[in-house]
């Protein structure tokens, strides 16, 4: 089966620049995540849906950052404008639903960094 | 709320040895799920094992192998015959049983494989 999509692998921006990250889930899934993973540290869930409804974005900053997928297939985050410490690579995740039966499928993530 | 914490940043084995890295967390919760993800230089997580906490049978996947305390909250993963592949960030994640399928994730270990 196809993996998790992302895009675009790297990006850099200046802060207070805008930018979008896309990802295409694996066909299905109902589930998606994005999570974001700061240099030396696990990665931090900022939103997860289920189907096109939030789930959970209580860590999502959401004065600067927003994220929707359209839908229920494919996501898009997007963070304006952005901050030197929003460096990080920004994982995008998929799931059939339970993380233990259904384990969590990630895709090569997009490394971005603000200067 | 539930923590993981991973206390070696970094460890080193010789290549076809065997290495053990250790994961605790903290929880008050009786039923819940662990892993082991591995994150090559790719940065794809690549889920390696699983245990339900209900089960006292260690859970087992070809070279890698868990050794679960429940009571002491501990949850190590063995690889043996380590090989130069097997040179990535590992994370320990938890995930309780409830059923917004959320992933807790420690800060991960990178291993080293010496040839």
């Known amino acids: 089966e196809a993996g998790v999509a992302q895009s675009p692998r790297y990006k850099i921006i200046e802060k207070r620049q805008s930018v979008a990250f896309w990802c295409n889930p694996i066909s299905g899934h109902a589930t998606l995540y994005w999570y974001q993973q700061i240099l030396g540290q696990g990665p931090k869930l900022l939103i997860q849906f289920q189907n096109n409804g939030v789930v959970d974005d209580s860590q999502l900053p959401k004065d600067r950052f927003s994220a929707e997928r359209l839908k229920g297939v494919d996501s898009t985050l997007k963070i304006q404008p952005a901050k030197l410490e929003d460096s990080a690579v920004y994982l995008c995740?998929?799931?059939?639903?339970?993380?233990?039966?259904?384990?969590?499928?990630f895709g090569n993530g997009t490394r971005l960094t603000v200067t | 709320a539930q923590t993981v914490t991973q206390s070696q940043p970094e460890m080193s084995v010789q290549e076809a040895e065997t290495v053990t890295l250790s994961c605790t967390y903290d929880?008050?919760?009786?039923?819940?799920?662990l892993f082991w993800y591995k994150q090559p230089p790719s940065r794809q997580m690549i889920l390696v094992i699983r245990?339900?906490?209900?089960k006292q049978q260690n859970a087992t996947e070809n070279r890698f192998s868990v050794n679960f305390q429940k009571a002491a909250k501990s949850f190590s993963l063995k690889i043996s015959d380590s090989q130069l592949g097997d040179a990535a960030m590992y994370f320990c994640a938890y995930r309780s049983a409830d059923s917004n399928y959320q992933l807790i994730w420690g800060a991960g270990t990178k291993l080293i494989i010496k040839p």
């Open positions: 995740a998929s799931g059939g639903g339970d993380p233990y039966n259904s384990p969590l499928h």
């Open positions: 929880t008050s919760e009786s039923d819940y799920y």
């Open positions: 245990q339900e906490a209900y």
